[in-house]
Structures are given as C-alpha cells and as structure tokens.
C-alpha cells in the first residue's frame, strides 16, 4: 500500500518537473534572443566589411535620393537637351547665311551712311565726294555681315561642344562653313580687296589748237 503511493507520488513529481521545462525552454529562449539577434547583425569573422558602405539613416536617405532620381525620365532631359541644341545649329546655319546675302540691319545702317555722307558734302565737311558718299556705306554694310558671321561661328562653336545627334552636327558644321565663308567675303569687301573705289578722272588744262 505504502509502495503504491511512493510510486504515484514519484509520478506526480516527474509530470511536474516534465510541465516545468517548456518554461525553462522559454525563459532561456528570451534570454538568447538578443545575443542572436546581435549574432545576426554582426558580419561573420574572417568576412570582408566594407567601411564606406551606408548604414542606418544614411543608407535610408540615399535610396529615397535614388528614388527620387528614379522619377524623373531621362528621357525628357536628353529629348530638351536635343531640342536646344537643334535649334541653336539651325540659328547657326541662319547668321552664316545671312552674312552672306546680306541684312535689313546692314541696308538700313548703309543707307544712314549715305544720307550722313550727303549731309557733310552740303555742308562742306567732306572734299572725297565718292569716299563719303559710296565707300563709307559699303564698308559699313560689310562690317555688319562680318559680325553676323562672327556670331554664326561662336553659335555653332557652342553647339559642338558636347555629344549631339548626328543631324545636329551637320547642320552646326554648316553654320561654321557658312560663317567662315561669310568672314571672309566681308573682309574683302571692307578692305576694298574684291574692287577698289571708284577714283575720279584727273582733268588736265586744255590745249591751244595747233595753227
């Protein structure tokens, strides 16, 4: 009878210390999650750790920053940039043109020369009557086609400075062409090299007839 007891005694004991261990298993689960945790963050040893890798908010911002980059289409920055740069060749090719045939600022600027030549004639200011009246608005006309083939090679200079689509270049190498061609015209004709002034006779005193 007593031996019963003592063995169901041992069995009660045995169930209870059995129930106890899950909550060891626990407690010991709680205390060993940190160091797992810190296991977990920490590089294994003997592993390469690169030092200028972001870590924490620093690594936060820069993916918002790429992101960010992200949403905006380089496609639309590299379509204006196309655009600019077309027009910029076109405006090129157009002053060297112009240089060339000529413009209404260089008509108008000749004209005032001529009215201005007049006036000193009249006014007795001026003795070279071909001079005043035709040579000063000739070189004027042709010092205002010089300056718009200046601004047609600086233009088209500019335009070339970086990588542009090929009918861009084309068109801004033609600009270069025409405003170097159009340098060179209004250079001769400023400096009379094409045609000299027109020069009066020379009248000499008249002759006796012979008897």
């Known amino acids: 009878m007593d031996t019963t007891k003592t063995e169901a005694r041992t069995d009660d004991t045995k169930a209870a210390e059995t129930a106890e261990a899950p909550g060891t298993t626990e407690a010991t689960g709680t205390s ?7 296991a977990d963050a920490e590089p294994p040893a003997g592993a390469a750790v690169d030092e200028d890798a972001p870590h924490g908010a620093d690594a936060a911002d820069e993916d918002r920053e790429e992101a960010e980059d992200e949403d905006v289409p380089p496609a639309a920055a590299t379509a204006t940039g196309s655009v600019a ?6 405006v090129a090719a157009g002053l060297g043109l112009a240089s060339l045939t000529g413009t209404w600022m ?3 600027l000749a004209e005032r020369q ?10 007795g200011k001026a003795t070279d009557q071909i001079g005043t009246v035709y ?7 042709a010092l205002v086609n010089g300056l718009f083939a200046l601004l047609a090679v600086v233009v ?30 209004s250079a001769g004709m400023y ?21």
């Open 156 to 185: 088209a200079g500019l335009v070339l400075t970086r990588t542009r689509p090929a009918w861009v270049r084309a068109v801004a190498w033609g600009g270069i062409a025409l405003g170097v061609l159009g340098i060179i015209v």
């Open 32 to 38: 060993e999650a940190p160091e797992a945790t810190k």
């Open 135 to 141: 040579g000063a608005p000739w070189h004027t006309h």
């Open 114 to 123: 001529t009215l201005l030549g007049q006036i000193k004639l009249q006014t």
């Open 85 to 90: 740069s077309g027009a910029g060749a076109v």
């Open 106 to 108: 260089g008509t108008v």
């Open 191 to 211: 400096f009379d090299l094409f045609a000299s002034l027109p020069t009066l006779p020379k009248t000499g005193g008249a002759g006796t007839p012979g008897s």
